[in-house]
T-cell receptor
Framework: GDSVTQMEGPVTLSEEAFLTINCTYT??????LFWYVQYPGEGLQLLLK???ADDKGSNKGFEATYRKETTSFHLEKGSVQVSDSAVYFC???????????WGAGTKLIIKP | NAGVTQTPKFQVLKTGQSMTLQCAQD?????MSWYRQDPGMGLRLIHY???????DQGEVPNGYNVSRSTTEDFPLRLLSAAPSQTSVYFC??????????????FGSGTRLTVV
């Protein structure tokens, strides 16, 4: 069945380090892919999205490229800040039933 | 501000009690969903609705009921609370026009503890 696999956390980095959070998926058809972020005590917010192969989503310095050949949508940021500390969720959107399939989430901790 | 409003933010129930979690959105979104979030498990879909008068079950529907009498409101009812329902509950909505691939808008969540 359709699924999303994220790297386990927590991921702990120092400020200004390079970030990669891996996300791979299994799906039939051509899904849309999303990254959501959840800051402490808050709901989830859409961070970026990509709707077809080779699309690059970007927002707030974060980027992710929809790679159909490797079924991946890895999240990257060149220089993280303490304020980026949050839980990041990768999700797959199925056009067949309009719902999202979620990864388990990766907690990111940035130390000053 | 426009968005998804969930009430209450926190709730403690005794086993066997019933209650309703409220969710309202003012963006005229057709699609609404309820998720529960448990540590290490991401979000799991409880129930969803594709429009007023239409609801369907998600991955973990047992112990929960929903109704959608208006576009704006999508309440989640716990029929007889159990400790296994201790979780954080999120309501989310999005417009029908999936062709534009809009993401969901989430409420800020309800933290429920069943003792």
């Amino acid at each position: 069945g359709d699924s999303v696999t994220q790297m386990e956390g927590p991921v702990t980095l120092s400020e200004e380090a390079f970030l990669t959070i891996n996300c791979t998926y299994t799906a039939t058809g051509y899904p849309s892919l999303f990254w959501y972020v959840q800051y402490p005590g808050e709901g989830l917010q859409l961070l970026l999205k990509a709707t077809k192969a080779d699309d690059k989503g970007s927002n707030k310095g974060f980027e992710a490229t929809y790679r159909k050949e490797t079924t991946s949508f890895h999240l990257e940021k060149g220089s993280v800040q303490v304020s980026d500390s949050a839980v990041y969720f990768c999700a797959l959107g199925l056009h067949s039933n309009y719902q999202l399939i979620w990864g388990a989430g990766t907690k990111l901790i940035i130390k000053p | 501000n426009a968005g998804v409003t969930q009430t209450p933010k926190f709730q403690v129930l005794k086993t066997g009690q019933s209650m309703t979690l409220q969710c309202a959105q003012d963006m005229n979104h057709e699609y609404m969903s309820w998720y529960r979030q448990d540590p290490g498990m991401g979000l799991r879909l409880i129930h969803y609705s594709v429009g007023a008068g239409i609801t369907d079950q998600g991955e973990v529907p047992n112990g929960y009921n929903v109704s959608r009498s208006t576009t704006e409101d999508f309440p989640l009812r716990l029929l007889s609370a159990a400790p296994s329902q201790t979780s954080v509950y999120f309501c989310a909505s999005r417009p029908r026009d999936y062709a534009n691939n809009y993401g969901y808008t989430f409420g800020s969540g309800t933290r429920l503890t069943v003792v």
